[in-house]
């Protein structure tokens, strides 16, 4: 499966993905399309099976805090859901959710994609310890090989308590910890903790990915113990280079014996419209993650040339143009003005070469503009250009040859004004969208 992994019309940001029997199941927020706030009042599961990561089924509604296909799991709020975390204890499953500006809700069930009912608030004494006023931002939590469980959280700061593994909801008297990581002035903005906590344990080594103070990134620390110091080692990617910007929240999982690091990105020209993603990472001896770039693949080891593509999942957008969905059934890449970059990583066009050109197709939607959009391989300034396709004033498919390809290659799509006898015409489109992009597919 492509990125963005579920289907095109479904938003799952802030994505923490748990492998439970022959699953992997994506707990995150839910988004709306174009959206005037982060998330929603419900919570949905998504799982797939290992054997074939393309078949993501959806589960339903998980949780919630408004009426809607069932009635709200909580009574003392209807306050939006953010960023929730599912971990198995003793044969259950332990949703904790975050509720905006309100205590935070454990909810429990006997299938690791719920629906959860109601557990518990958080229970902690007056006079205990805790972080975030009791909202819990952002809880990430971890079973340790001990049986003791731990839960990170926190806006802007790092917060960590322990919880009764008995009940998975107390707050065991004297564990707060804070700050978890490094939060001195001193230390650089794009490594201080700003939210999204989410950790992991790998060998010997506790790993806490999180959101840091600037940026589009996901960072990780590592400590020797659950309970810290845990020490910044670099970011895992980055979802706003070469692309429209906006928070990052996610993690990683071992799926099939390969480490994946799960993550969104923004649609709809807002940052509060965002799809799950996923890219293969790394984890090296040293336990450092080099970082990775943001691709078209997902789950894909490639993408097929000869295949119809949707336009959508463009991993570079440059210039301002983004992705707009039009209805459940159609999205575009929209505001393609002069100048824009559209691009898809990676390709393979195979090792079969013939001399013959092939045919690249593009359906479009017209915006009264005669364009130019040169076609690239690697890299959309300083790469091979293989053809150029001339873009006409209405909706319809355009055509070009292109020069014969083989490999694997990144592609680009550079869009500029088709010259003109009338001065005019070129100002006037200068800042106005050229056409909407459909689709594409390369033909031998």
């Known amino acids: 499966m492509p990125n963005p992994i579920l289907p ?12 439970f029997g022959d699953r992997v199941y994506l707990y995150g927020s839910h988004d709306r399309a174009a959206g005037q706030a982060f998330c929603d009042f419900k919570l949905k599961v998504w799982s797939a099976p290992l054997h074939n990561l393309n078949e993501w089924q959806c589960h339903g509604d998980s949780f919630r805090t408004r009426d809607g296909a069932r009635k709200s799991d909580v009574d003392w709020t209807e306050n939006e859901l953010y960023a929730p ?10 949703l904790y959710a975050y509720i905006v500006g309100s205590k935070g809700a454990i909810g429990v069930s006997d299938k690791p994609e719920g629906p959860f009912r109601l557990l518990s608030k958080y229970v902690y004494g007056e ?12 809880a990430g939590v971890l079973v340790d090989d001990d049986g003791r469980v731990y839960v990170y959280y926190g806006f802007t700061n790092s917060h960590m308590n322990e919880l009764d593994p008995k009940d998975m909801k107390t707050i065991i008297p004297g564990s707060y910890i804070a700050p978890v990581i490094d939060d001195r002035e001193e230390v650089p903005e794009e490594r201080r903790f700003f939210e999204a906590s989410s950790p992991r344990k790998i060998g010997d080594t506790y790993y806490l990915i999180y959101s840091p103070r600037k940026g589009s990134r996901l960072a990780y620390a590592t400590a020797s113990s659950p309970r810290g110091p845990f020490t910044y080692r670099g970011y895992i990617i980055d979802n706003g280079v070469d692309y429209p910007a906006g928070n990052n929240h996610g993690s990683i999982a071992n799926i099939n014996g390969e480490w994946y690091v799960f993550y969104h990105r923004m649609t709809n020209n807002t940052i509060m419209s965002r799809r799950a993603c996923v890219e293969k990472i790394t984890i090296l001896e040293d336990g450092t993650i080099p970082p990775v770039e943001m691709t078209s693949l997902g789950f894909e080891e490639a993408l097929n040339p000869y295949k119809i593509t949707p336009a959508e999942i463009a991993c570079v957008l440059k210039g301002g143009c983004f992705v707009a969905e039009k209805d459940v059934f159609e999205r575009v890449i929209a505001q393609i003005t002069e100048g824009a970059v559209i691009g ?4 393979d066009f195979g090792e079969d070469y013939t001399s013959d050109p092939m045919t690249l197709s593009m359906k479009v939607r017209g915006m009264g503009a005669n364009t130019i959009v040169k076609v690239m391989l ?13 873009i006409g004033t209405h909706d319809g498919s355009y055509k070009a040859k292109v020069k014969p390809v083989t490999g694997r290659h990144a592609l680009y799509f550079v869009c500029t004004l088709r010259d003109t006898a009338y001065d005019w015409m070129r100002g006037y489109f200068t800042h106005k969208p050229l056409f909407e992009f459909e689709e594409f597919v390369f033909l031998k």
Do not use: A, M
Not at 85 to 94: A, L, M, T
Not at 127 to 138: K, L
Not at 344 to 347: D, Q, V
Not at 378 to 390: C, N, S
């Open 8 to 19: 095109l019309w479904e938003y799952i940001p802030d994505g923490e993905p748990r492998v």
């Open 85 to 94: 975390d599912v971990i198995e204890k003793d044969g259950k499953y332990y």
């Open 127 to 138: 006079n205990e310890s805790v972080g975030d006023d009791g909202i819990f931002n952002d």
């Open 344 to 347: 898809y990583k990676y390709f």
């Open 378 to 390: 690697d890299d959309p300034d300083k790469g091979e250009q293989i053809g150029v396709i001339e």
